[in-house]
């Protein structure tokens, strides 16, 4: 099977939803069944997960964000590293139907859904260090949350590993607080 990907940011925005998941981040387990993963991937052309890819795909999650928590870019091109190579074989270029060229990670016939999900994501952590850098791989900044996200955006001023529910946090405490000071 071939996993078309038309831009890293795709890799990326699995990365983080899928590193955003932790009962870590989450204080709960937020991705414990196949219909939570099916969500988790809808969009994206990857297989429908079945029962059995649940667990692996947990463990993932464990490779992406120790990935993200690197410390250095070459740490961080390593570890994609590692995860490309779970798919089995190098990615490639190939032209997509409007005859653009686009990403191809060919995987190997007895890859796991865990393994191309491995590649896909590895795909898009080389295309953020060698477009935007290693500066982009970020502990989220609201106070408290654990999590962790790769900033793919094109201004890199993402400050928070789920925006609308740390940074509206954040945003609704700072409101809070600056009603009490100027409440007599």
Known sequence: MD??????AAG???ANDLVSTSPTVRGAEALPDVEALAVLLAGHDLRRPQDEDVFPVQLLRREVRGIIETETEEQAVAGA?????RAGR????????????????PTAPDASLADELAAFIAVGLFGV?????????RACAAPGCRGVFVDASRAG??????????GNRLNVA???ARRRAVTP
């Open 90 to 105: 190098a990615p490639v270029l190939r032209r997509d139907p409007d005859d653009r060229w686009m990403w191809c990670v």
């Open 81 to 85: 590293g590692v995860l490309i190579g």
């Open 3 to 8: 996993i078309p990907i038309a831009n890293y």
């Open 129 to 137: 260090v060698r477009t935007l850098g290693h500066d982009r791989f």
């Open 157 to 166: 001023r993402r400050r928070y590993c789920m925006p609308e529910l740390c």
């Open 12 to 14: 990326i925005e699995v």
């Open 174 to 176: 700072n409101h809070r």
